[in-house]
């Protein structure tokens, strides 16, 4: 089973600041099959990116996705105010059950 | 889009259906999961099911008490839960799985809470 731990816990940043999430696999995920998804409070999860780099439809391009093997990253390059939320990684195993990361709070400093 | 159903407070040993009715696309053409966020806590996988139900996958504390099934003819799928524990207690939400596989849960419900208690 790959366990996906995310780092740091939380994360306190101004408007305008870039953000680095990082996300990172107890196994390598050879296929890269690495989401990223946003949750404000009340809120379902929405996803924003795929396969480990692709942006979902309707992201804007300051959210980027990078890595591959057990390292991943979510980058946001200058962060706008709807930008604080609950991040979380997800990835799938060779039969497409899922597993989550603990997830990661953007907060404004 | 996807809305839950079926929600409520039981108590532990009982059980529950959950609905997701899905709407504004070919409901045929993907596959359903399910996943709960117990109260102050992130996201849990529990189940999948594909397209045309003939195959199923399960989180490993829920194998044996829950069943995923769907009826394409009415753009629903269900969670029925047996057995129900304490710690069973969470919004559960559907999601749908993008096309063709491994490309995230692209549309997700709102959820619907579920709580078990004595």
């Known amino acids: 089973e790959v366990v996906l731990t995310q780092s740091p816990g939380t994360l306190s940043l101004s408007p305008g600041e870039r953000a680095t999430l990082s996300c990172r696999a107890s196994?390598?995920?050879?296929?890269?099959?690495l989401a990223w998804y946003q949750q404000k409070p009340g809120q379902a999860p929405r996803l924003l990116i795929y396969?480990?780099?692709t942006r979902a439809t309707g992201i804007p391009d300051r959210f980027s996705g990078s890595g591959s093997g057990t390292d991943f990253t979510l980058t946001i390059s200058r962060l706008e105010p709807e930008d604080f939320a609950v991040y979380y990684c997800?990835?799938?195993?060779?039969?497409?059950?899922?597993?989550f990361g603990q997830g990661t709070k953007l907060e404004i400093k | 889009q996807l809305v839950e159903s079926g929600g409520g407070v039981v108590q532990p040993g009982t059980s529950l259906r959950l609905s997701c009715t899905a709407s504004?696309?070919?409901?045929?053409?993907?596959?359903i999961h399910w996943v709960r966020q117990a109260p102050g806590k992130g996201l849990e996988w529990v189940a999948l099911?594909?397209?045309?139900?003939?195959?199923?996958e399960y989180e490993d504390s829920v194998r044996g008490r829950f069943t995923v099934s769907r009826d394409n003819s009415k753009n629903t799928a269900y969670l029925q839960m047996n057995s129900l524990r304490v710690e069973d207690t969470a919004l559960y939400y559907c999601?749908?799985?993008?096309?063709?596989?491994?490309?995230?849960?692209?549309?997700w419900g709102p959820g619907t809470t579920v709580t078990v208690s004595s």
């Open positions: 196994q390598s995920l050879g296929n890269s099959y």
């Open positions: 396969g480990a780099s």
């Open positions: 504004g696309f070919t409901f045929s053409y993907n596959g």
């Open positions: 099911i594909w397209n045309h139900g003939n195959d199923e």
């Open positions: 997800q990835q799938y195993d060779r039969s497409f059950r899922c597993s």
């Open positions: 999601a749908r799985e993008g096309i063709p596989g491994g490309y995230g849960l692209d549309v």
